[in-house]
């Protein structure tokens, strides 16, 4: 069973790097016209991104830090594209940040916001990350994209796979009226 979830934990990570490129680099292309300096910014911190995909995929955990140091990147790309109509918020203690979580846990959260949100000037994308407990929380107000691309939920399946291999504890994904929560557990390393 485990080395079933690592394969396709593999399979997933195949997928999003051409994904993650291909989005990138459309959004790199626009600003190469219309704005140099940012597209030089743009391509440091998709550099950064992309050297963290390389580095931290062979891993089975890491901190709650790195992992938030990677979701900063990844969301200033993000805001490249959606510019403050994607609003992110994040609270984190510093006591919280030696916790650990698989890689690329909330950023697989907040790609599944975006993704299946409309995130627009009339109607912006409010995700929020904070913790309580032993658990990494992040919620987002609800608005289902009309044409948002059928879920498999190979992603969600994916993350509660890899954390079965490493706690007990479980992942909870919940949806009320108006929003979306997702809670991961923090894992005390050692």
Do not use: W
Not at 32 to 59: G, M, V
Not at 68 to 93: C, G, H, T
Not at 94 to 104: G, Q, S, V, W
Not at 148 to 163: D, E, F, H, I
């Amino acid at each position: 069973e485990k080395e079933n979830i690592l394969a396709q934990y593999e399979i997933l990570l195949n997928q999003i790097n051409p994904h993650f490129l291909f989005n990138s680099m459309n959004i790199l292309s626009s600003l190469i016209s219309t704005n140099p300096k940012q597209a030089i910014t743009f391509t440091q911190k998709f550099s950064k991104i992309y050297r963290s995909l390389l580095e931290l995929r062979d891993q089975q955990i890491i901190s709650l830090e790195q992992e938030l140091n990677f979701i900063q990147s990844y969301i200033f790309l993000q805001k490249m594209r959606f510019d403050e109509n994607l609003r992110v918020n994040i609270q984190v203690a510093e006591e919280k940040m030696a916790y650990c979580l698989p890689p690329f846990s909330l950023q697989l959260l907040v790609e599944n916001a975006i993704k299946h949100n409309v995130v627009s000037l009339d109607n912006p994308l409010n995700i929020t990350i904070h913790c309580e407990g032993h658990y990494a929380i992040v919620t987002n107000n609800l608005q289902p994209r009309g044409n948002a691309p059928s879920s498999t939920k190979v992603g969600l399946s994916n993350l509660q796979a890899r954390y079965r291999l490493i706690t007990p504890e479980p992942v909870v994904f919940e949806q009320t009226n108006k929003e979306y929560i997702a809670k991961i557990p923090l894992i005390e390393e050692g």
